[in-house]
Every structure is written in C-alpha cells, then in structure tokens.
C-alpha cells in the first residue's frame, strides 16, 4: 500500500518554543490530508483537514493561530504548535488520501509530543 | 451527528482463541464503517470496510465483521489469534462534514494475545 511518513516520531520541547511535524506521502499525491490528536485512551479526533494550496479547515475548538497547518505540495504537509504548553502534549496523527473513498485514506505512524 | 462506541479498552485473549473486538454505531443515515488496525510505532492500516453491500465483511488476516443494523453493531472477529494480532483496533465511521468525507473514531481496543 502507498507510504505516509510522519516526522519526527518524538519530541520533547520546553514551553513557550514552537514544533513542527511533518507528512510526507512517499509514493503518490495526496490532494487532502488530515491532521488528528489523540490523548492518552481516547480516540483520534479530526483537527483539521488540509487541501494543496488552500487554507486548512479547523474543526470546532481547534485554534488555527495555534496549530499552524501548511500545505505546500501534493506530497508534504505541515502542523506547527506555535507557543506550546504542557496542555499541548499528544500524540499527533496525520494523514493523506487518495481520493474521495476512505479506503484510499493512509496513515502516518504518529509524533509524541511532550512540552516541558 | 454519527458516532462509534468501542466496548472495551483492553480484550485479552489465549493464542488460538476467538477474537471479539465490539463497536457499535450511532447514525441517522446507512452508515459506512470501518476497522483499523494499529501496531506499535506504525500508522493506522485499513482492515475491513462496511458500504452498504454484504453485512458480512472479511479483511486481512482472517478478520471480519458483521453489520447488525437492528443491534447498530459492527463487531471484529477472527476465529483463531495469533500472537501477530496483537495491536491497537479502532473502529469508525465516515461521516460528511461541509461536503467534506471525514472520519470519526472510535476510543480503540488493545488486544492483547497471550501465549
């Protein structure tokens, strides 16, 4: 199946700095791609999704001045957690889809964050 | 608004033994449902899908799942584990957002095989 690489898988930061994790779809061009958060025992939920050259659409309560979404090309996507803080530490998923079928939906392997 | 429900947050089973992962779903529309599998340090890999077709559903693996619309029940079975299915296992439902195709997980199931 295609290849969505997720980088880094873990970070540490201190509070008050910035992070950015990357996705990169390896082997096809994903014209969407998604962003989740997943806490500890519960289940990912949808930040926001992220099409080429257009701005991200943030689902409700997520803060878009927070978590900054780039997506420059049909292969990378970025989210960067601008002023992170304690509350902030998650694991973040992405993904990329290949079209309109979630079957052609793939999945990277996730970022740890831990902020300090 | 659509919605799964995982029950149980950790099943453990003998290798060898049958596997029952249970989800069931919340919707107002024939829904599309899926299994995910996630292993350690990987990303979400797509086990089965459910589109309105036959209610019984295989994968990979050997897994499968039934649609019960009268239970709103998907529940994911394997007759007999192996100690490579240990894993992470969401279900969720794809949903419609602003014209947009989403997915909506459920909280996963740890499965956990012993030997």
């Known amino acids: 199946g295609a290849v969505v690489s997720q980088h880094p898988s873990r970070v540490i930061c201190k509070s008050g700095t910035s992070v950015k994790i990357e996705c990169r779809s390896l082997?096809?061009?994903?014209?969407?791609m998604f962003w989740y958060r997943q806490f500890p025992k519960q289940s990912l939920m949808l930040m926001a999704t992220s099409n080429e050259g257009s701005k991200a659409t943030y689902e409700q309560g997520v803060e878009k001045d927070k978590f900054l979404i780039n997506h420059a090309s049909l292969t990378l996507s970025t989210l960067t957690v601008t002023s992170a803080h304690p509350e902030d530490s998650s694991f973040y998923i992405c993904s990329a889809s290949l079209g309109w079928d979630n079957e052609k939906l793939f999945f990277g392997s996730g970022t740890q964050l831990s902020v300090l | 608004a659509q919605s799964v429900t995982q029950l149980g947050s950790h099943v453990s089973v003998s290798e060898g033994a049958l596997v029952l992962l249970r989800c069931n779903y919340s919707s107002s529309v024939p829904p599309y449902l899926f299994w995910y599998v996630q292993y350690p340090n990987q990303g979400l890999q797509l086990l089965l899908k459910?589109?309105?077709?036959?209610?019984l559903v295989k994968g990979i693996n050997g897994f499968e799942a039934e649609f019960k619309k009268s239970e709103t029940s998907f529940h994911l079975t394997k007759p007999s584990a192996h100690m490579s299915d240990a894993a992470e296992y969401f279900c969720?439902?794809?949903?419609?957002?602003?014209?947009?195709?989403?997915?909506?997980f459920g909280q996963g199931t740890r499965l956990t095989i012993n030997p």
């Open positions: 969720a439902v794809s949903t419609i957002i602003q014209g947009a195709q989403k997915l909506v």
């Open positions: 459910y589109t309105s077709a036959a209610t």
């Open positions: 082997d096809f061009q994903a014209t969407t």
